[in-house]
């Protein structure tokens, strides 16, 4: 799940950025503080600005590692767009910051940029088709190496 600004800003030229970061509200973490739980109904797109965190479920009783955000990554569309629980837990690997943007505030930062909200809607959706097509290809390895086929 690393990425650099490739998505969802690559879209945007630098002074786009800065408008949308400043959209939302800055947070800091640090080293192993849980930044978001698994089961929680939070609608927020986050966009990791500094640092690094580990995303995380829980599964069988045991933490699954489901990859890393670096600066420049995001996660949180999924609740953004479908408004149920977290489908994991992201967990700070460093000390870093991020920055937040809940449904509402990415809504009114639209009434006043829709061209930026579109490429970064459209970013998003290219992250999210890169996660689904890595996520197939687990699967199918999944599927044939660990004796689902038997």
């Known amino acids: 799940m690393s990425t650099t600004l490739a998505v969802p800003l690559s879209r945007l030229d630098p002074s786009e950025v800065e408008a949308l970061l400043a959209a939302g509200t800055k947070r800091t973490f640090r080293v192993d503080e849980v930044v978001l739980?698994?089961?929680?109904?939070?609608?927020?797109?986050?966009?990791?600005?500094?640092g690094v965190l580990h995303v995380r479920r829980q599964a069988e009783g045991r933490q699954v590692l489901l990859g890393r955000v670096e600066p420049g990554g995001f996660f949180g569309e999924i609740s953004l767009f479908d408004p149920g629980p977290t489908t994991a837990a992201v967990v700070a690997a460093s000390n870093g910051e991020m920055v937040q943007l809940s449904r509402s505030q990415l809504q009114d930062f639209?009434?006043?940029?829709?061209?930026?909200?579109?490429?970064?809607?459209?970013?998003?959706?290219?992250?999210m088709a890169q996660r689904l097509r890595r996520t197939d290809e687990r699967l199918v390895e999944a599927i044939f190496w660990g004796g689902l086929m038997r």
Not at 37 to 50: A, C, D, K, S, W
């Open 110 to 127: 639209a009434q006043n940029s829709p061209a930026i909200v579109v490429n970064v809607l459209v970013g998003l959706l290219e992250g």
């Open 37 to 50: 739980e698994q089961g929680v109904t939070e609608p927020t797109l986050y966009i990791v600005t500094n």
